[in-house]
């Protein structure tokens, strides 16, 4: 099993559309939590943080169920730019400076006109 | 803003070759690591350094070796090559000294083994 799931989808939406990824994580030791966005071949860059308090950055709401070990992204009204892979990111660093980021295998979401 | 730079961005070579891959990151960055991404996968951590020494090590097979030099630069030593490291490898940076810096990510190296 691996440390980190997710759904690999892909997730077909219409322009507009609300969608949400969910993740779990293994690792009840695992510090921080994040999600990254990936495109084709490209770099994985940070879209954002998740915290257990909620956390949102425009479009993009970020929920942490610590209890559940799961952790989701929704993004409302989606737009042809955000077809991309979102990778679900655990940290495993046991020391808060050094970070030991484990992936999940990535969601893919097609946005569609 | 400065970014993590990679070189070179492609590379080919031949089974049993050896290569060399390198890394610099953001200015002030103390902290390098290596992520290997097959074709359809997720990144798997290689290894990673903190000032010029190795602090975690992943998935990194024996064949391979990596140091961080006095400049906080970093190679990934890769011999006798194999079909199967053909991947994207892709060098991250941040700054331990800083609580809850955040990861960047340099553009990769797309190692193709023939």
């Known amino acids: 099993r691996k440390e980190v799931e997710q759904d690999p989808g892909p997730f077909n939406v219409p322009e507009g559309a609300t969608v949400a990824f969910n993740c779990t994580y293994s690792?009840?030791?695992?510090?921080?939590f994040f999600w990254y966005r990936q495109d084709c071949r490209k770099e994985p860059k940070l879209l954002m943080s998740v915290y257990s308090s909620g956390n949102e950055d425009g479009r993009f709401t970020a929920q942490l169920n610590r209890a559940s070990q799961y952790i989701s992204l929704l993004i409302r009204d989606s737009k042809l730019s955000d077809s991309a892979t979102y990778l679900c990111v655990v940290n495993i660093g046991m020391n808060t400076g050094f970070q030991k980021l484990v992936f999940g295998t990535g969601t893919r979401l097609l946005v569609s006109p | 803003a400065a970014g993590v730079i990679q070189s070179p961005r492609h590379l080919i070579k031949e089974k049993r070759e050896t290569a060399t891959l390198k890394c610099y990151p953001i200015?002030?960055?103390?902290?390098v690591y290596w992520y290997q991404q097959g074709p359809g996968q997720d990144p798997q951590f290689l290894i990673s350094?903190?000032?010029?020494?190795?602090?975690d090590k992943g998935s990194i097979p024996d064949r391979f070796s990596a140091q961080q030099f006095s400049d906080y630069h970093s190679e990934l030593n890769m011999s006798s090559l194999e079909l199967g490291d053909s991947a994207l490898y892709f060098c991250?940076?941040?700054?331990?000294?800083?609580?809850?810096?955040?990861?960047?990510f340099g553009s990769g190296t797309q190692l193709s083994v023939l």
């Open positions: 350094f903190y000032e010029k020494m190795q602090s």
């Open positions: 200015p002030r960055h103390d902290t």
């Open positions: 991250a940076s941040s700054s331990a000294r800083q609580r809850n810096e955040k990861l960047f």
């Open positions: 690792n009840s030791a695992s510090q921080s």
